[in-house]
């Protein structure tokens, strides 16, 4: 077992049973010149986010922990887009519409895809997610209680959107979730912090908040490839 220190209190798991689960590294959230800042956000607060998890995700990999992606998107036909999301803010390029790089949200588009930093590796499942939990009408549930994953740490943006919202999903479903700080970011600041604030408040409601630098100095402790949780490569 591993700890690291964690607000409210120090979290504890085992590489074996703890997946790393990245939200939505996607490049219209995260690069300049995609859907995100086509709606007049500065993609620079997203930006701060890819080093840390980059050193967490090769220390994920190291350790041989289960790593898996998440994608928010919709099938090309549409058909999985609720209206009222595709009505939502009345914009005038929206979802499914042609945007900066590509159909935006759409599978296949180059916008929807991973930047390329965090690029998943061949085997690391990529969850294609409709919704902004992660666990909505996705297979991720049971890809984790395949595999015995007991524990989370969650990175990826934004904070109080789709992180937030996978969090407390993965809570009612029994996972503990441990949210490294600078692995998660927002379009807004106050967003950021009390985004964060909710999940560590009263005793750790939906989990634990922490840093990667933590993580990353534990899972180097680990045995490397020890982790059951990982995918047996064939
Ligand atoms: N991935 C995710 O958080 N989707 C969003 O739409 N986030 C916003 O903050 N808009």
């Known amino acids: 077992m591993l700890s690291v220190k964690a607000e409210p209190y120090s979290f504890a798991f085992d ?14 959230f995260v690069d300049p010149g995609g859907f995100g800042e086509a709606l007049g956000n500065d993609v620079s607060l ?11 995700l090769a220390a994920a990999r190291k350790a041989g922990m289960l790593v898996i992606h998440t994608r928010e998107g919709h099938r090309p036909d549409l058909a999985d887009l609720p ?3 595709k009505a939502r803010g009345k914009l005038k390029a929206g979802i499914g519409d042609k945007g900066p790089m ?3 949200l759409v599978r296949g588009e180059y916008g929807h895809d991973i930047i390329d930093a965090l690029k998943p590796k061949p085997g690391e499942p990529v969850v294609d997610k ?28 934004t904070t109080e959107v789709c992180v937030n919202t996978t969090v407390r999903e993965a809570n009612d479903r029994g996972f503990d979730c ?22 560590k408040a009263q005793g750790g409601i ?20 020890s982790s059951k949780g990982a995918l047996k490569k064939k």
Do not use: H
Not at 185 to 199: D, G, N, R, V
Not at 206 to 225: C, I, R, T, Y
């Open 15 to 28: 590489p074996a049973s703890c997946a790393l689960v990245i939200i939505d590294m996607q490049r219209d």
């Open 46 to 56: 997203l930006r701060k986010a890819i080093d840390p998890i980059k050193r967490l």
């Open 83 to 85: 209206p009222a999301k």
């Open 102 to 104: 590509g159909r935006i």
């Open 130 to 157: 409709p919704g902004k939990g992660a666990f909505f009408a996705t297979d991720l549930d049971s890809m984790l209680k395949n595999r015995g994953i007991k524990q989370l740490i969650v990175c990826g943006v």
């Open 178 to 199: 441990l949210v490294p700080e600078d692995c998660v970011a927002s379009y807004f600041p106050a967003f950021q912090k009390a985004a964060l604030e909710m999940i």
């Open 206 to 225: 939906f989990g634990w908040v922490g840093d990667s630098a933590k993580v990353v100095a534990a899972l180097a402790k680990a045995k490397p490839g």
